[in-house]
C-alpha cells in the first residue's frame, strides 16, 4: 500500500510544483492567458489583409470591392507609420485613432464579404 500510494503521489507533486509558477500569470490575469501585448496594430492588419484574400480567393469579393479594401488598409498603414516616424512609439490618442479605422475597416470587410455580390 505505502509503495503504491508513493507511485501515486510523488508524480502528482511533481506535476503541482511544476505547474504552480506557469500558472500564476493566469491568475494574476484574471484567468486570461498572459501576453503583453496580445493585439498589435501589425497583427491586426495582416489578419484584416488575410480576410481580405480569402475573400478574393473564394469570389466573396469583386474587384471593385477589393480595390476599396486594400486602398483603406494601406490609408491604416500609412497613419501608424506617421504615427511612428514622430517619436517611435504610438501615444494613447494615437493607437485610440489607428483602432478606430481599423474597427471601421474590419466592420466594411464584413460587410463586402457578406453583400450578396460576387465575382461571377
Same mark, same amino acid.
Given at each position: 500500500?505505502?509503495? #503504491? =500510494?508513493?507511485? @501515486? @503521489?510523488?508524480?502528482? @507533486? #511533481?506535476? !503541482?510544483?511544476?505547474?504552480?509558477?506557469?500558472? %500564476?500569470?493566469?491568475?494574476?490575469?484574471?484567468?486570461?492567458?498572459?501576453?503583453?501585448?496580445?493585439?498589435?496594430?501589425?497583427?491586426?492588419?495582416?489578419? &484584416?489583409?488575410?480576410?481580405? =484574400? *480569402? !475573400?478574393? !480567393?473564394?469570389?466573396? @469579393?469583386?474587384?471593385?470591392? %477589393? /480595390?476599396? =479594401?486594400? %486602398?483603406?488598409?494601406?490609408?491604416?498603414? /500609412?497613419?501608424? *507609420?506617421?504615427?511612428?516616424? #514622430? !517619436?517611435?512609439?504610438?501615444?494613447?490618442?494615437? /493607437?485610440?485613432?489607428?483602432?478606430?479605422? *481599423?474597427? *471601421?475597416?474590419?466592420?466594411?470587410?464584413?460587410? &463586402?464579404?457578406?453583400?450578396?455580390?460576387?465575382?461571377?
Amino acid at each position: 500500500m505505502r509503495t #503504491t =500510494l508513493k507511485r @501515486l @503521489l510523488f508524480p502528482a @507533486l #511533481t506535476f !503541482g510544483a511544476l505547474a504552480l509558477p506557469l500558472a %500564476t500569470p493566469v491568475a494574476a490575469q484574471g484567468g486570461r492567458h498572459y501576453c503583453p501585448r496580445p493585439h498589435t496594430v501589425n497583427a491586426r492588419q495582416n489578419r &484584416q489583409e488575410r480576410r481580405i =484574400l *480569402q !475573400g478574393v !480567393g473564394s469570389g466573396e @469579393l469583386t474587384r471593385r470591392e %477589393t /480595390r476599396g =479594401l486594400v %486602398t483603406e488598409q494601406n490609408h491604416i498603414e /500609412r497613419m501608424e *507609420q506617421r504615427a511612428r516616424a #514622430t !517619436g517611435g512609439e504610438f501615444t494613447a490618442r494615437e /493607437r485610440a485613432r489607428i483602432e478606430r479605422e *481599423q474597427n *471601421q475597416a474590419s466592420r466594411h470587410i464584413y460587410r &463586402q464579404k457578406h453583400d450578396g455580390q460576387d465575382r461571377n
